[in-house]
């Protein structure tokens, strides 16, 4: 390894009741491109955050190319040297490229030497970008090429990944991993976090491994396969996924010609959607972000009514009904958007599982909510689906991304649903966890219930998924076995490549 570039010495910092980073060291080497892997829960976030400035540590110091580093802000941080392009976007839709671009820069040039610095650099990375378009015209691709151009404008020296590749086609991947090289090979130093491992071992020269909060190893990840990684991270043996023998039964959900205006400005429009989903079967939906995902899961659950033929369920038109009238029929679902959208983040477990498990859990009586039960119920969900949080009284924002999913997931698992439509089920979660969902997903179908999956992990809807099909701007393509697909064909598809070609 070239000499560091980064240097981490016994960063510690506690939260109440947990150790997040207990006594970290580790070196991040000039021109690296440095994987951060742990299971959720293991103090990825938190140390990152460290580097960033947004977390100030308890202990421990850091050096940045030899000099003390310790920034109070990422300000500081980005002055040093350091960027960070988060899993979130963070980008105003309502505004152009150039103009979200000049909002994260400390003094941005004028527009047009923006507009022109923009379109050279995008371009010298293999990364092109129009300045002018709105950036609720873009797909999720797109999207992360300005938060990458917005980095790589303040010449950083350390790029922080977050999950970079989770919206991304495999075509989008390659063209960022051959970004990466370029800035690798130009002396930028890379910490990429991702829970694709092997997406790990193609791009990556070294890993440092955390788990419960302390570095518990470094390898040379080309060296490992990715299920021993994943192995190192959970310290322990973790199996696949395996479906079950059980035979395709009868039609439980027919969706017939569903169309839906765009709910807002940068919604997306659904065109005369059909489909059938068989008792016993994955239904897999792929289709890169901002195709119309959120707006079918909204329009299945009930979030967004329509004409009640137009969905039915064993049968009976249920497009006018409500969410809790669904969940009541056993049709339940889980949004991509965990806190806020699955999960009030201000409320706790117990108050979360009550506001989707009243109905099937019985959680009331004559008007009274039943709060012991629910309380039994969460920690149900706890145990079960090994949500690490200090107790059913936590707050759903304070428990980490991962682990909020494991809880998500598992509330609507556990009320045993006839059908049931997730959004993203393993978004953001380690391997292991990643594992337990799909089984518990596949076990469903074991007990006849129905799956649909829209995800935009394609080895996630290989390894489940009976049929599939893709969504791509609002339109859904026919389903077929997913046997019959190879990657390419459905990268393809997801490109938006015309099916029947």
Not at 223 to 228: H, I, L, N, V
Request: aromatic letters at 4%; proline letters at 4%; hydrophobic letters at 40%.
């Amino acid at each position: 390894m070239n000499h560091p570039l980064l240097k981490l010495q016994g960063l510690t910092k506690a939260y109440p009741g947990v150790i997040a980073n207990d006594d970290i060291s580790l070196e991040i080497g000039t021109g690296e491109i440095h994987a951060l892997l742990g299971e959720n829960g293991a103090g990825k976030s938190t140390l990152v955050k460290i580097i960033y400035g947004l977390v100030h540590p308890d202990h421990g110091k850091m050096a940045l190319k030899g000099e003390i580093f310790s920034p109070s802000e990422p300000r500081s941080a980005r002055a040093s040297g350091v960027a960070m392009v988060f899993q979130h976007f963070s980008l105003f839709e309502a505004l152009s490229v150039g103009e979200n671009i000049a909002l994260g820069m400390e003094n941005p040039p004028k527009s047009g030497a923006l507009s022109q610095k923009i379109t050279t650099v995008s371009n010298a990375y293999g990364l092109p970008l129009d300045p002018q378009r709105l950036v609720g015209d873009l797909s999720a691709g797109e999207r992360q090429r300005v938060e990458i151009i917005r980095c790589l404008l303040q010449d950083p020296k350390l790029l922080i990944m977050d999950e970079p590749t989770s919206v991304l086609t495999p075509q989008e991947v390659f063209t960022l991993f051959t970004t990466l090289r370029k800035l690798k090979s130009e002396g930028t130093s890379i910490l990429y976090i991702s829970h694709k491992l092997e997406e790990i071992r193609e791009l990556c020269e070294t890993a440092s491994i955390l788990r419960g909060g302390k570095k518990v190893a470094t390898c040379d990840p080309r060296e490992k396969s990715a299920r021993e990684l994943a192995e190192m991270m959970v310290g322990g043996t973790i199996n696949s996924a395996k479906a079950s023998s059980t035979e395709i039964g009868e039609t439980i959900l027919k969706v017939s010609e569903l169309s839906l205006p765009p709910q807002s400005a940068f919604g997306t429009s659904l065109k005369s959607i059909s489909l059938n989903l068989h008792k016993g079967e994955v239904l897999g939906i792929g289709g890169v972000a901002g195709n119309g995902q959120d707006e079918l899961l909204a329009c299945l659950s009930g979030e967004v009514l329509s004409v009640h033929y137009t969905i039915l369920f064993n049968g009976i038109g249920i497009g006018h009904l409500n969410p809790n009238a669904r969940r009541a029929l056993g049709l339940l679902a889980a949004p991509e958007e965990r806190l806020g959208h699955a999960a009030a983040p201000d409320m706790n477990l117990i108050q979360n599982t009550m506001l989707t498990a009243m109905v099937r859990q019985n959680l009331s009586k004559n008007g009274f909510l039943n709060w012991a039960k629910a309380k039994a119920f969460a920690q149900q969900i706890i145990t079960k689906f090994d949500v690490r949080t200090p107790s059913t009284q936590s707050a759903a924002r304070s428990l980490s991304g991962g682990n909020l999913q494991k809880f998500v997931i598992g509330r609507e698992v556990l009320q045993d649903p006839d059908v049931f439509i997730v959004n993203q089920p393993t978004w953001g979660v380690d391997a292991a966890a990643a594992a337990s969902i799909r089984q518990a997903l596949l076990d469903l179908t074991a007990k006849g219930a129905a799956v649909v999956v829209i995800s935009q992990d394609l080895d996630e809807l290989m390894e489940i998924s009976t049929r599939f099909a893709v969504l791509n701007n609002g339109k859904l393509s026919e389903a077929q076995p997913m046997a019959d697909l190879s990657l390419d064909e459905i990268g393809l598809l997801l490109g938006g490549a015309d099916a029947a070609a």
